[in-house]
Each structure stands twice: as C-alpha cells, then as structure tokens.
C-alpha cells in the first residue's frame, strides 16, 4: 500500500508533493515525509501520523526550496509506524534517497549481506535496505544510478514501486514498478509520479502508466527512457490521456469524501450505463463484453474473486446470473481461493471485481485463472489499474475517483455492470421472456431516480444513528437478493464506527445468532418487497418476541413492517433482484452517521488503507 509523488522541473516541488501525498492518503496514512533538493541540499523531514502532521513540522523544520522532490504517505508493513520507519530512507552515503511502496520479501538476507559489507541500518524497514542495495551496487560495479537501480531490483523478490534520486544528479528521478501502481505525468518541461494520477491532474492530462518489470529515467527537459528491468530492453511507452478532472476528486462541499460518494451514487450510476444501456431499443452493449459473449454462453460455470465489498457485489451477482442467465456461479474470497488449489478448466469464466483495479489477492487470483486457462474478465473502477492489464477483457464501472476508504459507489455500480451482463446473457440465453428483459432494462433506467429518492430519508436516518450511536453491537439481516445487504451494511458499520456488527441471512438467525437477541441489540432487518416478504416478516416476529429491537428497512408504503418494527427507513419500490442498488443506501448512510457522532475519522478509518496491495 503507501503512496508516492515525485517532481521534477521547474517549480517549487514541496506544494505539489505536498497536495499529491493528501490526494493519495487514501492509500494510507500512518506516516508521512519528504525530500526536497535544490541541487545542493537535501531537505528531508518525515513523521509518525498523517500528511497535515507532515505540514506543520516541514514549516518549523526544513526549508522548502528545490524543483525537485519526493514523497511518501506509508500504510506500515515492516516496522511499526514511527519516524524512523517513515519514508524517504537514505542510503548510507547520504546521496541517495528513496521511497517504496510495496514489500520487499528477501530484505533480510539481503540485510544481513550488506550488514556483512559495513552497512548499517537506522530504521526496520525492508526500504532502507533496498536504497543501500542500490547503493552497493553502484559503487562495486561502478555503474550510473539507473543501470545500478536495475541490477539492483533483478536481486529483489517481492513488490514495489519506487523513486529515488541521487545527490550527484541533481536533475534526474528513477523510478521502477513491479505489482504496486506507478503513473508518470508528462508535463511541459516537468515530470510527475504518483501511485495514481490524481496528484498531477491540474498539470496534466498525459500520463504514461508503467507496467510491470518496467523501470524509467526521468531526466528534467528530455524524454523519458523506459526500460524492462529484466534485459534492459529500451521500451516505448504508451502515453494515456486522462479522464480524470479536479472536481472529481475534492469533496465539492460536503463534510466528508464518504458522504460526497454516497450522494453522487445516483449520478454515477447513469454514468455507469450511459451510452451501453438503451432501454427504449432493449440493447445493452459493454464493448468489453461484445467479443467475447461466447465465452459467457458456453462456460460450465462463472467464479467471481474478489475482496470486502466487491465480494459483496459478487454475491449480488451470484443471485442475478443465475436467477436470470442461469449460469452456475461461484463466488470466492480471492484470498481464499488462489491459495486453496482450486479446480479451474477452460469451461470457466473468472470475473475479478475490484474498486481499485491494485488489490493484491484479487490479482492473484486472476493471474492464477489464467495460468490454469480460464477467461478472465475485470469489473473494475480505476482506470489503467493493474487488474483491468491482467484480465483478457472487461468493463470500467466509471465511478469516477472513489476517496472514502468505505466503498460505497463502488459498490453501486459494480452491481450496475454485473446487472447488464446478466440481462445480456439472460436475452442470447433465451433464458427470460424478451418482455421481462424489457421490464427489467426499463427498471435498471430508473435506478438513478430512486436512490436519489433514497437519500432523502438522509435527515431520518441521522436521528436514528443518534438514538444507536451508544450501542456495541449490532446485526444485520437479509434474504435472497438482500442478503449481501445485511453482509455489506455491517462491514460499512464495523469498518468505520468501530462498532462490532455481524450480518446474517434471515433465516439462519435461529441456528445460533437468535441467542444474542434481548433488548440491547438492534437488529437491522431488510425487509422490502419481495418473494420472501412474510418470511422476513417472520423473522421479524421472532426477533420481536425476544424483546430486540427491529429498525427495517422497507418499501415506501409498507403497513404490515411499519406496524411491527421499532424505527423504519424507506426506499422506493424496485424489482427484487434491483433492490441491493436501493436497500444499500440507507444502510451506508446509518453507518456514516454513527462514525460522525462518535468522532470517527470517516474518510480514513484506523488500520485500513483504500486499496490492499499487500497479502
Ligand atoms: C470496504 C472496502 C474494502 C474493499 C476491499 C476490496 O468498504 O472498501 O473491503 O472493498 O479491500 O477492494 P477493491 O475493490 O479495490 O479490490
């Protein structure tokens, strides 16, 4: 995980990298520092805690002079998060210095080499040893700094993405990736690197995203050189135009990053079936998905890997496909499933859902489908991500840039995809009557109209978060459609209130969870319209009887749920199988609320990181 930004050109590097490391804190934000050189000095000042702690020692530490620099934001693997451990790290001359992103695995042999050769070590970080490996190199071979970073990175085993600059060469960054992101921003005159692109998109809009095993020389008014690490194969980079705007990615007014995605769903939503929905002419078209339908049609079985709440969203799916396209799926944790020797053939579509495009287990697991000869297909929201590189084919969601460390409009409009794949299917299928297919499409069009008419009942919903805030306990619950529902409203509770939240399917609850119902515990029931209606209404009954309290979430209009049930939250009437887009709502928004009251820091809650590129 951790984030890196680096400059080089003609302004002041130190506001730039600055902005760029708060932009990238999503990624995490136990430590953060900087290293700034004028061509004499290095400046560098780093610290344990977030980007604004950076700020206010830079003020009283270091001058902020030199049109080049880098900077580092650090979710800590090796080395609990202190000052020390913070990045950059120098090497043991003092000339170089660097910051990673990612795990080195063999540091320690590596270390313990070095240590044999004079080396010391301040901090425990694996980066500290990767810099003096550089170093080493150099100086025994004799070598420039980016031939020495090559011989260097051919000994490493594990994952990066770094930048480094030498004392000596006052006018060049090198950078190299392998398994963790790297964009490099071209500029006029300047260069940009980030784990991302928005730490450069009011500079620039052409960025060339490194791949794997790729390496590149940044030298200030040239060309960049991008080589393969492995065989020094000069390589021509491919320069993407970005799509991203600034206004995407500041919170335009509202409190918190969460709350801002929360409320954009019913816009991002539209934006992830614009122009590949026409509902008046019954077509769905995903250009991703339109040579590759076969693969879809003839497969023995769809498995879906993904992680937290892109599970989630596959486990909608599960319900979808089948019902719909009546395809066997599988949904597997990627964790899980690329460690436990799974059984994949070539009958079998993989679909990887992802967010970040960079989550570590998920790209293994697509890695492995392949290897095992599988077609694989990416839902992801990042755009030039890793895993939409790894996969054959795919569909962008077009969330736009996604802050909050919850996912919320991930998970929207990852179901958005998932929901047009199954209705494709499900028509070249034959598998429902064309006039369903038009009802369903119709239906998928309004979506957007009635989460916005969901997130009215925001102002409700904060007075019931008032009335819980105090509990430590809560479950959650749901059937058929709604049951990845009660899964992803007690993850977003847990994840950011700290709150201890479980969430169940209905029916299950008297098979054990039913004895930690009394008074104490509040039970959120998803209870809209559905073929499990008075099931679910049973349940309620059951949950009622043993003194819990019920807050429902049910379909605007309900008599029978209001009657029972202590608190109720509306949303609109939608089709069962469309409901999670509507249900999810209220759910994110009691969670957000509760997080507020309890002071919780919202936008990045503790031990998480946006995207875990780490296993
Ligand atoms: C929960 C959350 C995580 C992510 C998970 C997968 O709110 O954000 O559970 O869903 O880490 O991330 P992606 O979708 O980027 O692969």
Same mark, same amino acid.
Do not use: S, V
């Given at each position: 995980m951790c984030g890196i930004v680096g400059y080089i050109g003609n302004r002041d590097a130190y506001p730039i990298i600055l902005n760029g490391l708060k932009r990238l804190e999503y990624r995490g934000y136990d430590s953060a520092g900087i290293a700034l050189y004028d061509g004499t000095n290095i400046q560098l000042c780093k610290t344990k805690g977030k980007v604004s702690d950076l700020e206010k020692r830079v003020k009283k530490?270091?001058?902020?002079? +030199?049109s080049l620099g880098i900077g580092h934001t650090r979710w800590a693997t090796h080395g609990v998060p202190n000052d020390v451990n913070s990045h950059p790290q120098y090497s043991n001359s003092g000339n170089l210095v660097l910051i990673h992103n990612g795990i080195i695995e063999n540091y320690a042999t590596i270390k313990e080499e070095l240590l044999k050769r004079g080396y010391t070590f301040s901090s425990e970080t694996d980066t500290e040893v990767l810099v003096n490996l550089i170093e080493d190199v150099k100086k025994n071979e004799n070598v420039k700094l980016g031939k020495a970073v090559q011989i260097a990175l051919n000994q490493v085993v594990g994952a990066y993405a770094i930048a480094l600059f030498d004392k000596n060469k006052p006018d060049e960054i090198v950078v190299a990736k392998l398994g963790s992101p790297l964009a490099i921003g071209i500029g006029d005159d300047e260069f940009f690197v980030a784990s991302d692109a928005s730490p450069f998109i009011e500079f620039t809009n052409n960025a060339i995203y490194l791949e794997d095993e790729e390496m590149a020389i940044i030298r200030k008014g040239r060309e960049i050189n991008v080589r393969k690490i492995k065989d020094d194969r000069s390589v021509d980079p491919y320069v993407q135009e970005l799509e991203m705007n600034l206004e995407q990615i500041e919170k335009g007014g509202y409190e918190h990053f969460m709350l801002k995605e929360i409320f954009e769903q019913p816009s991002v939503i539209k934006d992830t079936y614009r +122009?590949? !929905? !026409?509902a008046n002419k019954g077509i769905i078209k995903l250009g991703g998905l339109e040579n590759y339908i076969k693969k879809f049609t003839n497969a023995d079985r769809i498995i879906i890997v993904a992680c937290g709440t892109s599970w989630h969203a596959g486990l909608v799916a599960e319900y979808i496909f089948e019902d719909w396209a009546r395809i066997p799926v599988e949904v597997e944790y990627a964790s899980e499933f690329r460690y436990r020797n799974p059984i994949i053939t070539e009958k079998d579509v993989v679909i990887a859902i992802s967010q970040s495009g960079e989550t570590a287990d998920t790209l293994a697991a697509v890695k492995l489908a392949k290897e095992k000869g599988a077609f694989v297909y990416g839902i992801c929201n990042v755009v030039g991500s890793t895993i939409p590189r790894e996969t054959h084919s795919g569909t962008y969601t077009h969330a736009g840039p996604e802050i909050g460390v919850a996912s919320t409009k991930a998970f929207t409009t990852q179901i958005t995809v998932l929901t047009m794949i199954a209705l494709k299917l499900a028509k070249i299928k034959g598998t429902i009557p064309y006039s369903d297919y038009m009802q369903h499409l119709r239906e998928l069009e309004l979506i957007p109209s009635k989460v916005e008419e969901a997130l009215k009942a925001n102002h409700k919903i904060e007075e019931i978060a008032e009335i819980f805030k105090g509990v430590n306990n809560f479950l959650y619950l749901g059937r058929g459609y709604n049951f990845p529902v009660a899964l992803e409203g007690a993850l977003k509770l847990k994840e950011i209130s700290y709150i201890h939240a479980e969430g169940y399917p209905a029916a299950e609850m008297k098979h054990g969870p039913i004895a930690l119902i009394d008074e104490h515990m509040p039970v959120v029931v998803i209870a809209v319209n559905s073929n499990h209606y008075d099931k679910v209404v049973s349940n309620i009954q059951e949950i009622k009887s043993r003194k819990g309290v019920i807050i429902a979430v049910v379909t605007k209009g309900d008599t029978v749920v209001k009657e029972i049930a202590d608190y109720i939250m509306e949303v609109p009437n939608t089709e069962e199988a469309l409901s999670p887009l509507v249900t999810t709502i209220p759910l994110q928004l009691l969670s957000y609320h509760i997080a507020v009251m309890l002071n919780r820091n919202v936008d990045q809650p503790r031990n998480l990181a946006k995207s875990v590129t780490v296993e």
């Open positions: 530490e270091i001058d902020t002079k +030199g +122009g590949r !929905l !026409l």
